[in-house]
């Protein structure tokens, strides 16, 4: 079975491809001219140059494959014209990537993108899977913990914007990899949505004792009252200062964002792995 991968290579996207291939999978990826190829350059990928706002070359990048793994943002209103696409070329099946923030009570600046993406995706004819994972982590490409590992190595106190009780339940990379390859194989995943998230929901509190554990040390929690800070970040961004942490961010930070992944567990297997143990797994490869 021939697949084409928008998104290969990023952070995600770099470990389904292997994945692929593991599982006898031959591998269309669509890169962009800026794209760095690298993650995969031991891989027999078959390269095609396009972009997903460029019609023209998604739908000659699709022909001749039978599924379109689609791990590229659904966030940047290109959803549109890869179904459109997909359609022009004949790819019936599809496993769109899309995420739980669509779920955020907060006015997020892509929320209403990503929720018209997923509802054309519904309404497309297409034999579509979406799945939704929450934070994804692992691997020096993660932009969450890994940060957050380094922090924490090197400091005896943590700041925490709010009590740090809100839950998380972040998932590691390979689990949306594996999310992907058994989606992909399991044709009852066609016309349904998943959530997908890490083995079970942690509260901040935990998330930082956890990795605070595994690194062989206890790091005090410093709380201190997220609304001020909130407001300060707000009046920042008015006035155009930039700084490292977004009003937005640090109120998601304390938002539930706890999710059940029993459809998933029910319909393709999916059993993703405990936060400690994905964390250790990091800590194990630090220098
Ligand atoms: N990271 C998270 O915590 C998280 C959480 C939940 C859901 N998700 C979802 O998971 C998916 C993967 O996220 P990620 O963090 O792994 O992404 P990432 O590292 O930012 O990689 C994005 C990939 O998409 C490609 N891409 C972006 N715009 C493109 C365009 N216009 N045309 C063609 N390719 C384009 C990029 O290509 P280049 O190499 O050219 O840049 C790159 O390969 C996304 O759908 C994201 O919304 C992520």
């Known amino acids: 079975m021939k697949v084409l991968v928008t998104g290969g290579t990023g952070f995600t996207g770099s470990r389904v491809v292997p994945l692929l291939f593991q599982n006898g999978f031959e591998v269309r990826c669509l890169t962009r001219p ?12 078959e390269w095609v140059t396009g972009d997903l706002s460029d019609a023209e070359s998604l ?15 659904l966030g940047f209103g290109h959803a549109d014209t890869i179904l459109g696409s997909m359609k022009e070329a004949g790819v019936k099946r599809g496993i769109f990537v899309s995420t739980t923030a669509i779920f955020t009570q907060l006015n997020a600046g892509s929320k209403s993108i990503r929720l018209a993406a997923e509802e054309a995706i519904h ?8 799945l939704r994972p929450t934070m994804i ?6 932009r ?11 400091t005896p106190a943590m700041p925490i914007f709010g009590d740090g009780e809100s839950l998380q339940q972040p998932i590691f990379v390979d689990d949306v990899a594996q999310a992907v390859l058994l989606a992909l194989k399991t044709n009852d995943t066609i016309g349904r949505s ?3 998230a890490g083995k079970e929901p942690l509260t901040y509190n935990q998330v930082i004792d ?3 554990a595994a690194l062989g040390k206890r790091v005090w929690k410093l709380h201190l009252p997220y609304m001020p800070i909130v407001r300060l970040l707000q009046f920042t961004e008015r006035i155009g200062l930039r700084l490292p942490i977004k009003a937005e961010q640090v109120l998601r930070l304390n938002e539930d964002k706890s999710f059940s992944y029993e459809e998933a567990k029910r319909d393709f297997g999916y059993r993703p792995r405990s936060f400690e143990e994905g964390i250790r797994s990091e800590i194990s490869k630090l220098p």
């Open 34 to 45: 800026s794209s760095d190829r690298a993650p995969l350059s031991t891989l027999t990928v």
């Open 59 to 73: 739908t000659s990048a699709m022909h001749g494959v039978d599924a379109l793994v689609n791990i590229a943002s």
């Open 123 to 130: 309404t497309s004819g297409l034999d579509y899977t979406i």
């Open 137 to 142: 982590y692992g691997s020096n490409r993660d």
């Open 144 to 154: 969450n913990m890994w940060r957050l590992i380094r922090l924490l190595r090197i």
């Open 194 to 196: 998943y959530n997908i």
């Open 210 to 212: 956890t990795v605070a």
